[in-house]
């Protein structure tokens, strides 16, 4: 087809559309590699919405908090790999739910956390001095965790190592119920665990225990702390999984996962948690902070059964971490800090604080607000109790800034299920987890610097 | 102008209009011609899907292809260009030779036998049998639940404490199986793949329904087994509608994320919780993007794969020479040049 002077021919527009589509395709790169990542997180004067990132149960908490304060939020499912995309465009929420333990040095080293000191220093609901200690896993110096610029807040939190056990369970298999004030060994534990595991034809019918806690390395990681050493190393760029006492937690968990007694990286719950399987009474023993008191105390007959304990200790060095305190943080990048910083307050220092506090499903993250635990029932004073004893023994583990604790928890999926099977030996086990996480470790190491 | 010197100017009689670059006044413009319709609605028909190509499909495009030279996740401020090292790094990383293996493993399963299985019941279901139309509807019906619902419904029953699978082993006093870890749960996706058969019994139907039926009574009259009357008339007519499912088949296989699916938590944290024998390709570029924060190496995987696929196509348009009949050859079909009643 002849195409008159001046016109564009259909193979000239395709050709300019394809022209415009490299085009397109070279613009990202041009601005990668100008981009010298100071977005300056202007905030939308006086914008009355803001956008939160949080859990869909939290959906309908976040708007009313929100509307009580005039704010319109804009609510977004939590989603890790969104959450990603949305920084990495340099477009984030303004408010993001996250676990302080683990969140905090990954996305503060890469700068991407707003500094929240100067909102603090102005604030009248929330006061660093009402601030549970929990609080400083949100603050990170540029080398450790629980120094420098606090970066977020914890909405409530546990000490996720101590556990739940059924009495009823525990009295049909006549064992003794775990004191209140000591804590068990983790041999001890493994053997009530043992005891309370039921079988038929290959298969578990009740669990005895879960001792997967928040996650397996986590778990490993508090573990190998209360056996006296550390996973990480002082400048959190490599691990050490051979070191005595990192092996001792590898070895008790090794043992844990091969008498299949509970769920673990080889044959996990299908439930996806405990409160199904433990409510079902398929499960004797919880490895599970207080916060599962929250779910527990919905059900009167399992409430009446119900007990809490300390964390169990791999050595003489007694620790009761919190691996998640989760809460929130502003994104550096955040279109409307100040809204954020309004809901902020309000949700961590107002009414829904208190409300979050009677609840049951967490320990409040002000001290104020400590009283307002619920102690109506046997079940809830009995945790209370256990609970204020436990918390002397709480401490900040520090998380490397240069992986996400699901790369880590990526890797123990890859060994562990095999070395569980393959009856591999502790140290070698030790040997391939070091090589495979370091190797990690050091890649986002020549990131952040 | 009167209507007269209209018609005397379009019957080209009338005098020449005073200006050359203005029609008189009171003339209509000359209607458009057809081929400038024509080229008008191929840009209004085309400009949308340019548009939505540029911005959803080139940009990402680019945008991984240039990712795949750096060391970015995404979020630090401090990657650099590294060249050929993250395509250097796919081939001889074994975490990713492995799992492109078990892709490939898994495609050659999994496509010859939901092609095979979907024809055998599209034959079965073109039968002149009472209640086609039901029996049509069952099998087709699991095609239509959606795939998480599907892998919901595995993972229950597969479950090792509290599934009906080992339920019914129970019953028997057999040992209970650990269907959903290694080294049962590529069985078990592999059966998950095999649910949506129905998919393409359809089309196989489709295929069944436009063989001409004089075809079948022909070879009958001539002698010919119904075996034979399947694998010489029916299996060489329905080929092209068997490479097309092999091609979409393997294609569809080589980026699949199902094990993703019956893992049930497309998280970062869940995708590196895939049993080893399922994790495939594309579980590997999820983990290595968002669990790990690699999306250099990702996007390189991401390059790789697309390579991976245009060179099986090829190779499949290639081999399908010979074993695919159509009845009208593609490259020679020409279009019919316009008629109107017959009389050009």
């Keep these: ?449 | 102008m009167s209507t007269g010197q209209l018609t005397d100017q379009a019957a080209g009689t009338g005098t020449a209009p005073s200006s050359p670059s203005r029609p008189p006044a009171g003339t209509t413009r000359r209607p458009p011609s057809l081929r400038t319709r024509r080229a008008r609605a191929f840009y209004v028909f085309t400009v949308p899907w340019v548009l939505g190509f540029v911005a959803l499909t080139a940009f990402p495009l680019g945008y991984a292809l240039w990712l795949s030279f750096t060391n970015a996740d995404g979020l630090s401020q401090n990657s650099r260009f590294v060249g050929l090292d993250n395509y250097r790094e796919v081939f001889t990383d074994p975490e990713t030779m492995d799992s492109l293996w078990r892709t490939g493993v898994f495609t050659a399963i999994t496509v010859p036998l939901t092609i095979a299985a979907g024809l055998l019941l599209a034959v079965l279901v073109n039968q002149p049998i009472r209640a086609r139309g039901v029996f049509r509807t069952l099998l087709y019906l699991p095609a239509v639940v959606p795939p998480v619902g599907a892998a919901l419904t595995f993972k229950l029953i597969f479950d090792r404490d509290s599934g009906s699978a080992n339920g019914v082993l129970d019953i028997a006093g057999i040992n209970g199986i650990n269907w959903l870890v290694d080294p049962y749960a590529r069985w078990v996706l592999i059966v998950l793949t095999m649910w949506a058969v129905g998919n393409g019994m359809i089309i196989s139907l489709a295929g069944l329904q436009d063989i001409p039926r004089e075809l079948g009574e022909a070879a009958r009259v001539d002698g010919a087994s119904p075996w034979q009357s399947f694998t010489r008339i029916t299996l060489p007519l329905l080929s092209p509608v068997i490479f097309f499912q092999v091609v979409t088949g393997i294609i569809g296989s080589l980026q699949s994320f199902m094990p993703l699916l019956i893992a049930l938590d497309p998280t970062p944290r869940g995708v590196t919780a895939v049993p080893e024998s399922n994790y495939f390709y594309m579980i590997n570029v999820f983990a290595e993007y968002f669990a790990n924060g690699r999306y250099g190496y990702a996007s390189a995987l991401l390059w790789v794969l697309f390579a991976i696929i245009c060179v099986v196509t090829f190779v499949i348009f290639k081999l399908s020479k010979g074993a695919v009949f159509y009845s009208v050859e593609p490259e020679q079909a020409k279009p019919k040049a316009r008629t109107i009643g017959g009389v050009r």
């Design chain 1, 1 to 449: 087809m002849s195409t008159p002077a001046g016109s564009l021919g259909r193979r000239q527009f395709l050709a300019a559309s394809a022209g415009a589509a490299l085009a397109a395709t070279a613009l990202p790169g041009c601005a990668a590699s100008v981009d010298d990542g100071s977005g300056d997180g202007g905030t939308k004067g006086g914008s009355k919405t803001i956008t939160v990132m949080s859990t869909e149960d939290d959906k309908k908490v976040l708007q009313a908090a929100g509307k009580g304060m005039g704010l319109k939020v804009n609510f977004v499912a939590l989603d890790p790999t969104k959450l990603n995309a949305m920084l990495a465009a340099k477009n984030p929420p303004d408010l993001v739910r996250g676990l302080g333990a683990t969140d905090t040095a990954y996305f503060a080293a890469r700068g991407l956390m707003t500094d929240l000191d100067p909102y603090f220093a102005k604030s009248s609901l929330l006061k660093v001095s009402d601030l549970d200690p929990v609080n400083d896993v949100w603050r990170f110096d540029g080398k450790k965790q629980g120094a420098g610029p606090r970066y977020g807040m914890a909405k409530d939190y546990s000490q996720d190592q101590m556990f739940w056990y059924r009495t009823d369970m525990l009295e049909a298999a006549k064992l003794d119920m775990p004191s209140e004030t000591e804590p068990l060994s983790y041999d001890e534990w493994l053997d009530m665990g043992k005891q309370l595991t039921k079988r038929r034809l290959g298969k578990v019918k009740v669990y005895g225990m879960n001792a997967s806690g928040l996650g397996t390395f986590t778990q490993l990681m508090g573990m190998t702390v209360s056996a006296g050493g550390n996973l990480f190393a002082e400048d959190l760029a490599s691990v050490d999984f051979s070191s005595p006492e990192a092996q001792k937690a590898l070895k008790w968990y090794l043992e844990y996962a091969r008498a299949d007694i509970g769920p673990n990286v080889a044959n996990p719950n299908p439930d996806g948690w405990d409160w199904p399987t433990y409510q079902a009474g398929r499960m004797a023993m919880a490895e599970d902070g207080y916060w599962f008191g929250g779910a527990i105390g919905a059900d009167p007959k399992v409430s009446e059964v119900s007990r809490f304990a300390p964390a169990p200790q791999l050595g003489s060095n007694r620790v009761s971490p919190c691996f998640g305190a989760t809460g929130f943080w502003i994104p550096k990048a955040a279109k409307n800090k100040d809204g954020a910083w309004k809901f902020f307050e309000e949700y961590f220092g107002g009414k829904p604080a208190e409300e979050r506090a009677a609840g049951g499903w967490g320990i409040p993250s002000l001290k104020s607000l400590r009283p307002k635990m619920p102690q109506s029932t046997a079940f809830q004073k009995q945790a209370f109790k256990v609970q204020e004893q436990e918390l002397e023994h709480f401490s900040v583990l520090t998380f490397t800034p240069y992986a996400q604790l699901a790369a880590l928890d990526g890797v123990i999926n890859k060994v562990l299920p095999k070395a569980i099977k393959g009856k591999t030996s502790a140290g070698k086990v030790a040997d391939e987890l070091n090589q495979l996480m370091n190797d990690q470790i050091a890649k986002g190491k020549e990131l952040v610097g």
